[in-house]
């Protein structure tokens, strides 16, 4: 059974700060690692997809990918309060089309 | 505008009667899912598909069919709904051009009475 564990949260942090998230995987055939912002009611967006180790800047947002420890995780640098969402994780399985998504981080943004 | 549809967006069934979720994107994208996304569950997915014709299952394909007889379209199909299969569905496209990067459908709430 292929994982994808995400901390429920909820994450709160004030405004400006910087919010933190993580994403672990079980699958070490994994080779596309995406992050999704999931707004109440609505469909997931994509934020940011990686491939390879280290880190990749986009913006307000980092994603970092260390494959060694199975580890993935996404930055919000100076978060808004419209960052209040839940975040997924998306890890793709033995087809590159085959994908598993942990159960989300809501993120609370407080003014 | 580049999108993925889906249709009815709202729909309210019985036990056994058969119904269709369509899905359509224009974005030319060879790679089609379709999920379900439950509480504390997040989303999982049901069947993909490759291309026109090429369909594979994801990891919950029971009780669900999928065809792709055109590129821009790939239909959810439930023969004999059961209450277990209420949930909020989602279609997504992606290419790999892109990375594999899914786009995703507003998403169609079941209920199956």
């Known amino acids: 059974q292929k994982e994808v564990e995400q901390n429920s949260g909820p994450l709160s942090v004030p405004e400006g700060a910087i919010a933190s998230l993580n994403c672990t995987y079980s699958d070490r055939v994994s080779q596309s690692f995406f992050w999704y912002r999931q707004y109440s009611g609505k469909s997931p967006e994509l934020i940011m997809s990686?491939?390879?180790?280290g880190d990749k800047e986009d913006g307000r947002f980092t994603a970092q990918l260390n494959k060694a420890s199975q580890y993935v995780s996404l930055l919000i640098r100076d978060s808004q309060p419209s960052d209040s969402a839940t975040y997924l994780c998306?890890?793709?399985?033995?087809?590159?089309?085959?994908?598993?998504f942990g159960s989300g981080t809501k993120l609370n943004v407080k003014p | 505008e580049a999108q993925v549809t889906q249709n009815p967006r709202y729909l309210i069934t019985v036990t056994g009667k058969k119904l269709t979720v369509t899905c359509s994107q224009n974005m030319n994208h060879e790679y089609m899912s379709w999920y379900r996304q439950d509480p504390g569950l997040g989303l999982r997915q049901i069947y993909y598909?490759?291309?026109?014709?090429?369909?594979d299952k994801g990891d919950v394909p029971e009780g669900y069919k999928v065809s792709r007889k055109e590129k821009r379209n790939f239909p959810l199909i439930l023969e004999s709904p059961s209450p277990n299969q209420t949930s909020l569905y989602f279609c997504?496209?992606?290419?790999?051009?892109?990375?594999?990067?899914?786009?995703f459908g507003p998403g169609t709430r079941l209920t199956v009475t």
């Open positions: 998306a890890v793709n399985g033995d087809h590159f089309n085959k994908f598993y």
């Open positions: 990686i491939y390879s180790n």
């Open positions: 997504a496209s992606s290419d790999s051009g892109k990375g594999y990067e899914q786009y």
């Open positions: 598909s490759m291309n026109v014709e090429v369909t």
